[in-house]
């Protein structure tokens, strides 16, 4: 279904920015491509760091804004609910793996660069998700920033930690 929620905003986008349009999706996508590597005993740790990476961020960035609908006033239907749960987890599931990846530079590097360059396409090109209200726009793109800082100081960190 995730896909399909993105299909209007992927009919409006040009060319190869349609990649950077289904965030969540694609983290979704991600993880389970990683999950299946690693349960086919052919664990790919870029891979795994990026959809982890990817899943808390948008998991994350989905409650934000959609908590953020409700307190504005903005008609918050079960929808919402929803969606606010469904990233929940997704946040979560990210959560449990990213720590036991084998993090190295390049890797390191890799994520947040990606992470960095989604958040320029995203809001400096406009091919962010499509909010529920345009006054979310500044809360949409100060709460992506925060969550690019804090997961790439988290992954920092565990690298650190290992090494």
Known sequence: ?????????????????????????????????????????????????????????????????????????????????????????MAAEGFLFINDIVINKYHLISLISLMIISDILDYKLGIHPWLFAQSQLKAAAFSVAVLTSLISLYCIWLYKKRY
Do not use: R
């Not at 399909?4 to 905003?9: A, I, K, T, V």
């Not at 983290?27 to 808390?56: D, E, H, N, V, Y």
């Open 1 to 89: 279904y995730g896909f399909y929620w993105y299909h209007q905003q992927l009919l409006e986008t040009q060319g190869i920015l349609k990649l950077f349009v289904p965030d969540s999706p694609t983290a979704s996508l991600l993880f389970t491509l990683a999950l299946f590597m690693m349960l086919t005993k052919k664990p790919k740790p870029l891979l795994s760091l990026i959809a982890c990476g990817w899943l808390i961020k948008y998991g994350l960035w989905a409650v934000i804004i959609n908590t953020h609908y409700y307190f504005i006033g903005g008609n918050y239907t079960f929808t919402n609910f929803h969606l606010t749960l469904s990233h929940l987890g």
